[in-house]
Structures are given as structure tokens and as C-alpha cells.
């Protein structure tokens, strides 16, 4: 007797192997996830068109322009280039999960702009 699974009762299958495997990666620590030991808040940097590097050393970043200030160019890194950048504009906050070790802020061609940063270490 030849018994045909269905898409969906295969999809499960799936699902639910897949998940044991993984719990048990994590109970014997091959897959960790971090976790934030400390903390920084940099409440108000100003930001020139010469650009500004502000070391973090973090794994998430949280940066927000202030909503009366200039968009913010940013890199993390690697200086902010003439191809290579993110846009943060005012009155948003951009978090970004990535180790990083030094960002790289820049604002438009003669203004300066407003940002807090907070990251996650």
C-alpha cells in the first residue's frame, strides 16, 4: 500500500523536525543568540558634512534625527563614500542588528544635523 502525503502534511513534517533540531543546537550551545550585557545612549551628537565617527562596538544600533534637523548619511565600518551609505531622515530612528564596531555619520553638503544614538554591546 503506497500512502502520498500532501503538501501541506509535509510542510509540517517539516516545520516540526526542523524545530526539535534547532532546540536541541541551542541546549548544547552550538547556536547562541546574544544578549545585550550593556548598553550606551549618545543623546545629542551634531553631525557636519566632514562627518563624524563614533566608535560603538555594539551588535544593535538604534539612531534617530532629530525631526528639525538634516537627513543623515551613515555607514557602519566603513566612512560614508559618494555610493556607500543608509539615510536616516528626520523625525525617524533606524535600528540596524549588526556587529559593528565604528559609525560613520555624515550630513548634507553645508548642514549639520542632530543625532542620537543608542546601542546594545
Known sequence: MVYA???????????RNIGIIIKRLEETGVIVLPAA???????????DENGRAVPVNAFL???EVDKDSQ?????FDRPVTDYEYTIVWPG?????GRFTSTLYLKAPKGHTSKVRLEVLR
Not at 6 to 11: D, F, N
Open 5 to 15: 502525503l500532501s503538501s501541506v502534511e509535509i510542510l509540517n513534517f517539516l516545520k
Open 37 to 47: 550585557s550593556d548598553h550606551a545612549f549618545y543623546p545629542e551628537l551634531e553631525v
Open 61 to 63: 544600533s538604534s539612531i
Open 71 to 75: 537627513p543623515v548619511k551613515v555607514n
Open 92 to 96: 525617524t530612528i533606524k535600528k540596524v
